[in-house]
């Protein structure tokens, strides 16, 4: 089967990916591209929908060309893409209405403030799988009704389309077979009663969202409609198999599909998720999404993202100056045994899973003449370690699930120190594949999987490479005394921010 060729495609906040994978599970071309931000307003940030398309198509192109292959041998095409970021178009036109609302834009704000005195409010973590929050498309949504008179005018004559980056590429570079998102990416929309199967009328009626507009909610794997590919010389028009939520990929990607399964992905935020089956508890503190639908049935699993990390990261490196490279990460966090008493809380955009505060900002507390920035990089590391145990614990306590191991990808992973400080203050083992791209190649796998080049979930090819394990240290006093602080600055922080916006 080597001379079947499958594509996936990851379409991230920060960058966009693409993976030629053989009929074997090889890896035969890979290309990646960042997406430039767009900040026109402060807290405001946006992506330009001709530019995601385009940096799209540029790694397509590169990968298919790397793997020096005819387009047209490339029997299908998987899609992953970050989520509750929005594209807004015309349906009959096919082009942007205004430029993408990502996830880490705060324009929201006062929107949601008005909207905590809606009675069904409290109803929205049981209906959506989350609570609302600034990040989220729906509110998104409402504020462009209101402030972007092309998407309302659109919208009275029937002519929006709303979906997130998967839809929008099968538009700008495709043919999309009808207006359709997977049900993970559609309820990444926030506007999904997801235990019901359907919109939440009396939502969408209080954000004045048209349901018109909405995409229908499809399997996982679906036939999405056609990418057109160019490389070598050749143009084919490949159809896209399979779509599905960056987070959810991510953990189909590392394997996890048993009960109790765990990954965390550190990207521009981490999210720590678990996987359920094909039961959906309620929950307070953390999510409960849609995780899969391969034929099998719905699955689902347990999501508690922290605070922005990726972000945080070039923050540090670009605004901060701490960092030069993210190379140096390594260098200086092991330069110290400790982070000296300094506590670095992140919390440029909110306080996620479990606290839950998104008017928190970040916060360095513990700071003396002597600090370094290696101390500031190493407290920045343990902070993620200690959003992650408290996420751990929360799961532990509320959902009953005791993790067992935790498999690990992304970006700040790459680090040898700040995977061990995950096994150690969360107790466990923590597993790092050498393999990177899982979530692209989840991508093309699940396009496999439509495509019947596999027969089942069971046939899949492993994961390429080796693994590194990281085993948990002993008990250490310092170190749970670190945690207590750190819990002690959230709990600053909160009061610190309430005080403000009284």
């Not at 590169?62 to 929005?86: F, K, L, M, Y």
């Not at 570079?173 to 559609?186: K, T, W, Y």
């Not at 699930?401 to 107790?427: N, P, T």
């Amino acid at each position: 089967m080597t001379n079947i060729y499958l594509l996936g495609i990851d379409q991230g906040t920060s960058g966009s990916r693409a993976l030629v994978l053989n009929g074997a599970g090889d890896v035969c071309g890979y290309a990646y591209r960042p997406v430039p931000a767009i900040h026109p307003q402060p807290e405001w940030t946006e992506q330009d929908p001709y530019e995601v398309a385009d940096g799209v198509a540029a790694v397509i192109t590169e990968a298919v060309t790397q793997a020096s292959v005819d387009p047209a041998t490339v029997v299908a095409c998987g899609i992953t893409c970050q989520r509750n970021t929005d594209f807004v178009w015309h349906a009959q036109t096919g082009r942007p209405l205004a430029n993408a609302i990502t996830w880490q834009d705060l324009r929201t704000r006062s929107l949601l403030a008005e909207l905590e005195q809606w009675p069904l409010l409290r109803e929205a973590r049981a209906r959506l799988g989350y609570a609302p929050g600034t990040y989220m498309t729906a509110l998104h949504l409402s504020w462009r009704m209101a402030h972007e008179t092309a998407v309302a005018q659109a919208a009275q004559s029937h002519q929006l389309r709303i979906g997130l980056s998967a839809a929008w590429l099968i538009q700008a570079l495709g043919r999309p077979h009808g207006h359709q998102m997977d049900r993970s990416l559609v309820q990444a929309t926030g506007l999904y009663d997801f235990r019901r199967g359907d919109y939440w009328q009396p939502w969408l009626e209080r954000l004045g969202v048209p349901r018109s507009a909405l995409p229908q909610p499809v399997p996982t794997l679906h036939p999405f409609g056609t990418l057109r590919v160019s490389a070598n010389g050749r143009t084919a028009d490949v159809p896209v198999r399979a779509m599905i939520g960056d987070q959810q990929a991510a953990l189909f990607g590392h394997g996890c599909t048993a009960p109790g399964d765990a990954e965390t992905t550190h990207g521009t935020a981490s999210y720590l998720k678990v996987f359920l089956g094909c039961e959906a508890p309620l929950q307070d503190n953390v999510n409960v999404y849609y995780a899969w639908d391969v034929g099998e049935g719905q699955t689902y699993c347990l999501e508690a993202p922290t605070t922005v990390i990726g972000a945080a990261l070039r923050w540090m490196r670009d605004q901060a100056c701490f960092l030069r490279d993210y190379q140096e990460i390594e260098t200086l966090a092991t330069a110290v045994g400790d982070s000296g008493g300094v506590v670095f809380v992140p919390a440029f955009t909110g306080l996620d899973a479990p606290y839950n505060d998104p008017g928190a900002r970040a916060t360095l507390i513990g700071m003396t003449l002597g600090t370094t920035r290696a101390h500031i990089v190493r407290a920045f590391l343990e902070g993620l370690a200690y959003q992650l145990r408290a996420i751990q614990e929360t799961i532990a306590h509320d959902a009953g699930i005791e993790m067992r191991q935790l498999l690990v990808g992304g970006g700040v992973s790459a680090s040898d120190i700040a995977c061990q400080l995950q096994a150690d203050v969360l107790g466990i083992p923590v597993i790092r594949p050498s393999f990177t791209e899982t979530t692209a190649r989840a991508a093309a796998l699940l396009a496999g999987l439509a495509a019947g080049v596999w027969p089942t979930v069971a046939a899949l090819p492993p994961l390429p490479g080796s693994a590194h394990r990281f085993t948990p240290a002993p008990f250490d006093a310092a170190r749970e005394q670190g945690y207590g602080r750190f819990q002690q600055a959230i709990a600053l922080t909160r009061q610190w921010s309430k005080g403000v916006e009284e």
